[in-house]
């Protein structure tokens, strides 16, 4: 019986947490995962739980995944084709490939995965430029 919160307990704790949180998520093929990290004090801690759907069936029938589905339908949005998904395109002398888009960041909406793997951030205009339009 746990008395105390602290960063032992919450590591153990967490642990837990995710492996259920794992479970659930495969048993309804959806993504769910504490969001950053959890706050604690000695007599209670806190977090956040985002869920996601992992796959979108579009209307032609395809299943693709949710950061797909979401490009296509924002795309026109920002200037990009909806088919401008996972297409690459090159920028300070990088090759980078279009994974995604965050419209709640106006000045950095597309992201893209870089050469060595990470994750970037884009203005639309750059990611244009960068396909030849």
């Known amino acids: 019986m746990i008395t105390e919160f602290d960063k032992p307990v919450m590591r153990a704790i967490r642990a837990d ?3 259920a949180l794992a479970l659930v998520a495969g048993k309804y093929g959806i993504k769910l995962a504490l969001a950053g990290n959890v706050s604690f004090s000695p007599t209670g801690f806190r977090g956040r739980l985002e869920g996601f759907v992992t796959e979108v069936r579009t209307l032609d029938g395809a299943t693709v995944c949710a950061e797909e589905a979401e490009f296509r339908q924002l795309a ?3 200037g990009l084709e909806p088919g401008d998904y996972g297409k690459p395109f090159r920028s300070a002398g990088s090759v980078y490939v279009i994974a995604g888009i965050k419209p709640h960041r106006p000045k950095y909406p597309i992201v893209a995965t870089g050469p060595q793997g990470g994750r970037y951030k884009f203005p639309e205009d750059a990611v244009r430029r960068g396909l030849g339009r």
Do not use: E, K, L, W
Request: charged fraction near 15%; glycine fraction near 0%; avoid cysteine.
């Open 17 to 19: 947490i995710d492996a």
């Open 76 to 78: 026109p949005m920002f």
